[in-house]
């Protein structure tokens, strides 16, 4: 068997579709790497496009008509329109954001912001991050109002000391002020990692960062919100000036007590 172009050896779920019907050959190799493959289109010369899911990322693959071959990546037509992206965004902004919206919702997460905001947001908080002190900052007008919650989901990969750091803010007995000291500077300077910290916060730590991968994260801020369709979306990195009423919603003109 003959492979054009053949996938990183990378991890992938157990595939549904892969159950229900017999899959061509080069698409067996995938999912016995553990690639979950979510859907199938129809492609051009007489080819077969599919939809995988990998390890948080959406992409599609084609199969040769002789099924011996598979190649990944935009495939373009003479218009230069992309074969697969219609199928590629509907499980993107269907199934998967609303699976992705779960898997965020049992996550260990720290509150800020009123219980009776009318806009959840997740992002994905590393302690030494200086652009999640920053997005703190560039969201209180919204916090304050009591219009956003932020869930912070703590992680650790930027420095040898997140881990600890985050462990420290995670273990406290008020992680909400503790939080909030820190990314306004207070605790930025003087909070100490903790080395050895409880199994029970190593596990949550550890859950945190596998469903940062799980929903394609790759680095911090990642901020996962739904936009005015209702769809989930994902910010990667500092969202800019343009982007923060998308995120947060509308500017409120002063905070409600």
Not at 156 to 184: T, W
């Amino acid at each position: 068997m003959k492979l054009i172009y053949l996938l990183p050896l990378l991890a992938f779920t157990s595939p549904i579709l892969a159950q229900q019907k017999a899959l061509p050959a080069p698409l067996k190799l995938v999912t016995e790497q553990g690639g979950e493959i979510v859907s199938e289109f129809a492609a051009p010369a007489n080819m077969k496009g599919y939809v995988a899911d990998f390890k948080g990322q959406v992409i599609t693959l084609y199969i040769t008509a002789d099924e011996q071959y598979l190649f990944t990546g935009p495939m373009l037509d003479a218009n230069g329109n992309n074969v697969g992206e219609q199928a590629a965004n509907d499980y993107a902004t269907g199934p998967k954001a609303q699976k992705d919206w779960q898997t965020l919702e049992s996550s260990h997460w720290i509150v800020d912001g009123s219980a009776k905001a009318k806009r959840v947001i997740y992002t994905f908080t590393d302690p030494n991050c200086p652009y999640c002190r920053q997005f703190w900052q560039n969201a209180r007008p919204w916090v304050d109002a009591g219009e956003v919650q932020i869930r912070h989901i703590l992680v650790g990969i930027l420095k040898a000391d997140s881990l600890g750091k985050a462990a420290a803010i995670m273990s406290a007995i008020n992680p909400e002020e503790v939080l909030k000291k820190f990314e306004n500077d207070n605790l930025a300077r003087t909070l100490q990692p903790l080395k050895n910290p409880p199994e029970q916060i190593n596990a949550q730590l550890m859950k945190n960062h596998q469903i940062m991968m799980s929903v394609g994260a790759r680095a911090t801020p990642a901020t996962f919100y739904h936009d005015a369709n209702g769809a989930v979306k994902m910010q990667m990195g500092l969202p800019p000036a343009s982007l923060m009423t998308e995120i947060l919603g509308p500017l409120p003109s002063k905070p409600t007590k």
